[in-house]
């Protein structure tokens, strides 16, 4: 289960760029223009915007008016379920939370990272309440029969949806789904939805689904969701799952009123998923890059503050605040016919794949 990576677009920021249309000779051509300058000026915009914000110095500048009080709160008999938490922000927000005594789910693919990091977090914290739960994020009936299991066994207080995956080939589960989409999208829908009566049980439930600030560039594509058109690309697949999050916090809000939803960007983190997959992008920026208790630092405050809650639901954060979801003049909303669409397709695929 691959950690977050904070914004992806910057390897892909020029890439995109190259792939400029011939000279429009038909509408669909001039339609492809059109669409292309747009991608250009979405992605300028949100380049010049994250060396500002995402970066280590604009955490520092936005940490200026955090309260320190917030995230003072004893968290014992809380419970928390975090999704890709062997490493990253994943793993720094599990930390955060044993720390101040909540019980910690760390939901991961590898048993032996996963052990590890519950190991580490547990000699860090003096918290013997973090357990380990094997799950296949991008197998549609394991987290089915996952979520079902631990619903009959546990309470649950706060689901934290963070494990992401980007594939740069176009490559299919055993499910016959294409894997950024069942793990991203599809993974994070069943396992929210399914735990949704175990949440409304509790006493001030949250959902808070780690999206990304690049997802900024892109305007839903509610007709190809599994990017099954065109040539694919992984880094604009993954823009797309990040979108759909957004979505489908801002619409569980609307129908769900018991329980408080939330999605966040966690600015550049230098974590082992960028190391890996970004090796350029992170030699160069290394020095300007988030720590991951930084990146995690948002998560946590949605998970546990007192604060957090006083926000409407279904808002999207950054740096403990509230932002905005489409950039300026970006041409990148989406119709309430296609919200819709996005989530009965959802709910199809869902139900196809449960036990």
């Known amino acids: 289960m691959k950690q977050q990576t904070p914004d992806f677009q ?11 249309p011939g000279a429009p000779t038909t509408d669909e051509q001039k339609l492809q223009l059109r669409v292309w300058k747009m991608s250009i000026f979405r992605n300028t ?13 604009g ?9 320190p ?13 975090i999704t890709g938490a062997n490493s990253g922000i994943g793993k720094a927000t599990a930390q955060e939370i044993a720390n101040r005594g909540g019980i910690v789910h760390l ?42 299991s631990f619903s009959q066994n546990n309470g649950l207080h706060v689901l934290i949806n963070n494990a992401g995956c980007m594939v740069n080939d176009r490559e299919l589960t055993e499910e ?32 808070v689904t780690v999206s990304s600030g690049g997802m900024l560039t892109h305007k839903l594509n509610v007709d190809d969701l599994q990017f099954e058109k065109g040539t694919f690309d992984g880094t604009m697949a993954y823009a797309q799952n990040k979108r759909q999050q957004v979505i489908l916090t801002e619409r569980w809000a609307s129908q769900h009123k018991e329980i408080h939803f939330s999605s966040m960007h966690p600015g ?28 995690a630092d948002t998560v946590v405050w949605l998970a546990v503050s007192p604060a957090a809650v006083k926000q409407p639901s279904g808002l999207f954060f950054q740096d403990r605040k509230a932002v905005a979801t489409h950039l300026p003049l970006a041409c990148s909303r989406s119709s309430p016919q296609e919200e819709e669409k996005l989530q009965a397709v959802l709910e199809e695929l869902a139900l196809k794949f449960k036990p």
Request: hydrophobic share 40%; charged share 20%.
């Open 10 to 20: 910057v390897q892909a920021f020029f890439k995109q760029q190259i792939t400029k």
């Open 45 to 57: 915009v949100w380049f010049v915007k994250g060396l500002q914000e995402y970066t280590k110095s």
């Open 59 to 67: 955490y520092e500048a936005a940490a200026k008016h955090f309260a």
């Open 69 to 81: 009080a917030d995230l003072d709160v004893n968290l014992s008999g809380r419970s928390f379920m």
């Open 107 to 148: 939901v991961c693919r590898n048993k032996g990272r996963a052990e590890a990091a519950k190991e580490q977090i547990v000699e860090q914290s003096k918290n013997q309440n973090v357990h380990v739960h094997i799950v296949d994020m991008s197998s549609a009936r394991q987290v089915w029969e996952f979520a079902q």
């Open 176 to 207: 016959g789904l294409e894997k950024n989409f069942a793990t991203n999208t599809l993974g994070t829908y069943i396992l929210t939805t399914a735990l949704m009566p175990a949440l409304k049980k509790a006493e001030d439930p949250r959902v």
């Open 268 to 295: 550049w983190a230098d974590t082992p998923a960028v190391q890996s997959s970004m090796p350029s992008f992170h030699a160069k920026m290394q020095s300007r890059l988030r720590t991951e208790a930084m990146g």
